[in-house]
């Protein structure tokens, strides 16, 4: 793959051209999203020559709607008696609209990666992904909530994106990272990054990757029992604190818990998947009215040890990637940093 120099300018023109055949989107900092342009909260689609602005830090909302949408159709079906589909189920009409997500950072594209693993067999989580190219930027600014180094991540990591734009004094340094990239490229007439720009980029990257100290906490956990920490202390001051908003599950980039329901209005009826969260007291009650987290520590606890316990366990990286969203939008200032480390302090003591 190859690495371009690309002024802003040029960048515009790029942009302009992808329009012609894509439907581009770029975060929404001001102008409300509204269902009739935009597909995801959060985002909106631009036209030609339409301004739009870069937020410093992670985006306010997540690449995570447009592959997992809330809510999503899944089927429709019909159930007057004479009706000649009566019984029958039908998918709806999928669109085939590629799109580009202009504006992603590392650490949401990450995120991508995390979530197709327990979606790998979800057809259409993976006709997203086919037909969704992520267009990133690089961070130069390093927010308060940010921790992707100390999740093994990097504000220079590329892992997820097709095209990655790194900035520089003159412009951008353009990364060619898929076929996709590539396709999105085609036919452009685009300067080769020299020398001095590369090595840059280099330096960038080897100085802002994950610090030895938080690799060596990363390895604690992956190495020790978390299972034995199941009765500690800490989930109870935890769940004393946590109102059960759910915000901090709504707001990550790889929570996707989910519940499906069938809405009949005059016979015709659609099943439908919308997002659900694992801290709502009926999230995991049974339908004999059993509910095996029915206090709210038994929920928090859940909640940290899917991302740092269970997922690992069955996928291999944690489920986090440091986006620090959940830490500026939980209104009780949980801060998942001081979980990770109080968890790393009580495992060296065991």
């Known amino acids: 793959m190859q690495t371009w120099m690309i002024s802003p300018v040029e960048l515009d023109g790029l942009i302009q051209q992808w329009q012609k055949s894509y439907a581009v989107y770029v975060p929404a900092l001001s102008k409300p999203a509204t269902a009739a342009t935009d597909c995801a909260p959060g985002w909106r689609r631009i036209n030609a020559g339409e301004p739009w602005t870069l937020p410093?830090?992670?985006?306010?909302?997540?690449?995570?709607?447009?592959?997992?949408?809330?809510?999503?159709?899944?089927?429709?079906?019909?159930?007057?008696?004479?009706?000649?589909?009566?019984?029958v189920m039908r998918e709806p009409l999928k669109s085939h609209e590629m799109q580009v997500v202009?504006?992603?950072?590392?650490?949401?594209?990450?995120?991508?990666?995390?979530?197709?693993?327990?979606?790998?067999?979800?057809?259409?989580?993976?006709?997203?992904?086919?037909?969704?190219?992520?267009?990133?930027?690089?961070?130069?600014?390093?927010?308060?909530?940010?921790?992707c180094t100390e999740m093994g991540g990097s504000p220079h990591h590329c892992a997820g994106l097709d095209l990655a734009l790194s900035p520089l004094q003159?412009?951008?340094?353009?990364?060619?990272l898929s076929e996709k990239?590539?396709?999105?490229?085609?036919?452009?007439?685009?300067?080769?990054?020299?020398?001095?720009?590369?090595?840059?980029?280099?330096?960038?990257?080897?100085?802002?990757?994950?610090?030895?100290?938080?690799?060596?906490?990363?390895?604690?956990?992956?190495?020790?029992?978390?299972?034995?920490?199941?009765?500690?202390?800490?989930?109870?001051?935890?769940?004393?604190?946590?109102?059960?908003?759910?915000?901090?599950?709504?707001?990550?980039?790889?929570?996707?818990?989910?519940?499906?329901?069938?809405?009949v209005v005059q016979g015709q009826g659609r099943r439908i998947r919308y997002w659900d969260s694992?801290?709502?007291?009926?999230?995991?009650?049974?339908?004999?009215?059993?509910?095996?987290?029915?206090?709210k520590l038994q929920r928090t606890r859940n909640r940290f040890l899917h991302k740092?316990?269970?997922?690992?366990?069955?996928?291999?990286?944690?489920?986090?990637?440091?986006?620090g969203r959940c830490i500026g939008d939980c209104p009780v200032n949980i801060d998942i940093r001081e979980v990770l480390n109080d968890l790393v302090r009580r495992t060296e003591l065991e």
Request: hydrophobic share 35%; charged share 15%; net charge negative.
């Open 56 to 87: 410093v830090g992670p985006t306010p909302a997540s690449v995570k709607s447009f592959y997992f949408p809330q809510p999503e159709i899944l089927m429709t079906f019909h159930l007057e008696e004479n009706h000649p589909d009566k019984g």
């Open 102 to 147: 202009l504006g992603v950072r590392p650490c949401d594209a990450a995120s991508v990666l995390l979530n197709q693993l327990p979606f790998t067999e979800d057809p259409l989580f993976m006709a997203k992904c086919q037909r969704t190219a992520l267009v990133g930027f690089t961070c130069t600014t390093r927010l308060s909530t940010c921790f």
């Open 170 to 176: 003159n412009g951008f340094l353009l990364e060619v």
């Open 181 to 263: 990239g590539e396709t999105l490229v085609a036919g452009c007439k685009l300067v080769p990054a020299s020398e001095s720009d590369l090595a840059v980029l280099a330096d960038r990257r080897q100085g802002q990757g994950a610090t030895s100290s938080y690799s060596s906490q990363l390895e604690v956990l992956k190495a020790c029992a978390l299972s034995r920490l199941y009765d500690a202390p800490m989930w109870q001051e935890l769940g004393e604190a946590c109102i059960n908003c759910g915000a901090c599950t709504f707001i990550c980039p790889t929570c996707f818990c989910f519940d499906m329901q069938d809405e």
């Open 278 to 295: 694992c801290m709502f007291p009926l999230y995991s009650q049974h339908t004999s009215g059993h509910n095996p987290r029915g206090k």
């Open 308 to 323: 740092l316990k269970y997922f690992p366990d069955r996928f291999g990286p944690f489920s986090c990637v440091g986006c």
